[in-house]
């Protein structure tokens, strides 16, 4: 009997035929790969887990980028907002705090000669960056030294970060000054 095209028509509906035809050699080869490749990859990442999965390599990747960044630049506002969160360098900032700025701000940094650190109000900006300057630098004009030389930089960065505590604690001291600050 030779090959009739009608043959492969499975079934006709509404003048619609339809042909039970092999799939392409193509994609059954990528089908088959994928399975094959996912088999892999459950393997390799997932049950011998003989190589590091990526969200493991990728949050490896993210610390050491964060420590690179610290130390390549300690004053910057992650710097100081790491050493606000690390209980040790709170401890040493509140020390120096107490050695250096209490005379001025007070123990609990509610302000005397010095403006209250611990309201909503900042004349010099409230990000880690600008407390930082405002220690580093001072305002010899208005009463504020410079501690930038006497303490050096890791004091400096501790210190402001202990100043990050601070904030917003609203401890009743001297009247508000400057502009509010979120
Ligand atoms: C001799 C007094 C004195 C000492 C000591 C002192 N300060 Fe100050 N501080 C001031 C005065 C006065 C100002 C306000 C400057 C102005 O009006 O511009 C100020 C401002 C600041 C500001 C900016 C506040 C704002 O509203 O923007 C910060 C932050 C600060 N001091 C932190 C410190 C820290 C931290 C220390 C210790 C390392 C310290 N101060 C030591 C007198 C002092």
Redesign the pocket.
Known sequence: MSANPNDKIVHTYDDIQEEDNHLPNWWLFILFSTIVFGFGYWLVFHTTKSLPDPRTEYNAEVDALKKARLAANPMSDEAILAAAQDPAQVEEGKK??AS??V???LADGQGL???N?TDKF????NKPTD?AK??TEG?AD????P?GQI?GPEKVRK?SAY?MTLKNKNVPGKEP??VELE
């Open positions: 120096v705090f250096t700025c005379s001025c701000h000669v010095g403006p650190l900042w004349i010099h900006g407390i405002s220690v305002y208005k009463g504020m030294p501690w303490l210190v100043v000054q400057g």
